[in-house]
């Protein structure tokens, strides 16, 4: 159980495209989801939090007219990068909150985005 | 400000040696504490976490952790690692209100020698 998944796993596109990436709970509902980025080598940063019905919550520094989330139902949350260029290239990595266990978090396999 | 402190960035055990890794937090109340393990290319895996009661947390793939208030600590131990054991580390901190944030140290990169 508890499975999140990620679509697409890897995406490159030109600079000054928009690119959508989805985030699934499999098998549970998810009342809560999470944005986190993460540079090469490095710890995963937080962006947004994602309340299903509502609008995300950002965390300070993160644009949220470029990082655009849309939490529409309890099992789907989207990422959309509006405008990417080559600095936001990066691994994406959600994660969402079981509604029955409240403080674990269950991660997806990540979305590995190149912006040429 | 909640904060996750790995010291060692990149560590290298032979298989079938013990290993720990530490973490130290940084928290103003009772923490919610974690440890997840990523392959390359990959989403995290949580191998435990510490919510309350006893301080010795059992986990997955033969992982424990104890928490130690005292130290601030929460340092993950394997008896004997195995060659698939290598992978990226990461201690979190559950933070806000629900502890619902995680808070992520840098991460140990832990490589096996066979």
């Known amino acids: 159980g508890a499975v999140v998944s990620q679509h697409p796993s890897r995406v490159i596109c030109k600079s000054g495209t928009s690119v959508k990436i989805e985030c699934r709970s499999l098998?549970?509902?998810?009342?809560?989801m999470f944005w986190y980025r993460q540079f090469p080598k490095k710890s995963l940063m937080l962006m947004a939090t994602?309340?299903?019905?509502?609008?995300?919550?950002?965390e300070q520094g993160v644009e949220k007219d470029k990082f655009l989330i849309n939490h529409a139902s309890l099992t789907l949350s989207t990422l959309t990068v509006t405008s990417a260029h080559p600095e936001d290239s990066s691994f994406y990595i959600c994660?969402?909150?079981?509604?029955?266990?409240?403080?674990?978090?269950?991660f997806g396999p990540g979305t590995r985005l190149t912006v040429t | 400000a909640q904060s996750v402190t790995q010291p060692d960035i990149h560590i290298t055990v032979s298989e079938g040696a013990s290993l720990e890794l530490r973490c130290n937090y940084s928290?103003?109340?009772?923490?919610?504490l974690f440890w997840y393990v990523q392959s390359p290319g990959q989403g995290l895996q949580l191998l435990l976490k510490?919510?309350?009661?006893?301080?010795l947390v059992q986990g997955i793939k033969g992982f424990e952790a104890e928490f130690k208030r005292s130290q601030s600590s929460f340092n993950l131990r394997k008896p004997s690692v195995h060659w698939s054991d290598a992978a990226e580390y990461f201690c979190?901190?559950?933070?806000?209100?629900?502890?619902?944030?995680?808070?992520f140290g840098q991460g140990t990169r832990l490589t096996i020698n066979p």
């Open positions: 928290y103003g109340a009772t923490p919610y």
């Open positions: 098998d549970f509902q998810a009342t809560t």
């Open positions: 510490y919510f309350s009661g006893d301080t």
């Open positions: 994602s309340n299903e019905g509502s609008k995300a919550t950002y």
């Open positions: 979190a901190v559950g933070a806000g209100q629900g502890a619902q944030k995680l808070v």
């Open positions: 994660s969402a909150r079981d509604s029955q266990t409240v403080h674990e978090q269950y």
